[in-house]
């Protein structure tokens, strides 16, 4: 019988664990606008810092907060 040996990495804390899934789906498909503006708010909302968001999707900080400014349009400007 054979085994192969699968390194994990465990999170500290659900936060992290949240920031590696997202990020990692980042770089598998890019995300839709109206998906990519959502997942900026639950992660600052989960008090993550501007900076490390910016980093877990590969994008510059005034990225993440000129993204912030659409949901201030009504839905249909960004919703999928």
């Known amino acids: 019988m054979w085994v192969q040996v699968i ?7 659900e936060a992290t664990a949240r920031a590696w899934a997202a ?3 980042n770089v598998r498909e890019a995300l839709h ?3 990519e503006i959502r997942e900026f708010g ?4 989960r008090g993550v ?3 490390s968001i910016a980093v877990a999707f590969g994008v510059t900080e ?3 907060t ?3 400014r659409w949901p201030s349009c009504p839905p249909p ?3 999928p």
């Open 7 to 13: 390194p994990v990495h465990m999170a500290p804390d």
């Open 23 to 25: 990020s990692e789906n």
């Open 33 to 35: 606008p109206a998906d």
């Open 42 to 45: 639950a992660m600052h909302e």
């Open 49 to 51: 810092p501007v900076p």
């Open 62 to 64: 005034p990225h993440v």
């Open 66 to 68: 000129a993204a912030w």
């Open 77 to 79: 400007c960004w919703m």
